[in-house]
């Protein structure tokens, strides 16, 4: 989303309008990173294979943001065609992260300016065991970017 980039409508608008700016912040600092500091492990005592190096959060990110969106494209009725989960170069991670963006954006097409109760009644069951509304789930994906673009910014 650039300055330019008019906003959407609708509650689904803004939601998404939020994410992007989210994700498009957090593959701008990918470019201030190199290539050693992406692929290095910075995080060796962690238990949590996504999290062991900006590469592997990168990869987590990016295959959340497509199982988000399958979440909804279930609902919805729209076959995934989300790719398989891999190990994303640091050249391949922003552009992983637009496709990723232009996948949800997909999914949610034409829903911009749902009204609030077919929001609140579009509900989804995690495979982590909490259920959400699209709302709640759209805002998760928000701030699960926000959360590993702290984490980062902290290993940079």
Request: aromatic share 8%; net charge negative; hydrophobic share 35%.
């Amino acid at each position: 989303m650039s300055q330019n980039t008019p906003l959407r409508k609708g509650a689904v608008g803004a939601l998404m309008d939020e994410y992007e700016r989210a994700a498009l912040e957090l593959a701008r600092i990918l470019q201030t990173i190199s290539i050693e500091a992406y692929e290095g492990i910075v995080d060796p005592e962690t238990k949590d294979e996504n999290c062991r190096s900006i590469q592997t959060i990168m990869s987590h990110v990016v295959s959340s943001g497509y199982g988000y969106a399958d979440y909804l494209r279930e609902k919805f009725g729209i076959p995934s065609t989300r790719p398989q989960k891999r190990l994303l170069s640091k050249d391949e991670a922003a552009t992983q992260i637009h496709k990723m963006l232009e996948y949800t954006v997909e999914t949610l097409a034409g829903r911009w300016e749902m009204q609030e109760d077919e929001i609140t009644g579009t509900v989804v069951n995690t495979r982590w065991g909490v259920t959400y509304d699209m709302e709640q789930l759209l805002e998760h994906a928000i701030v699960h970017i926000l959360r590993h673009r702290r984490q980062v910014q902290r290993y940079v």
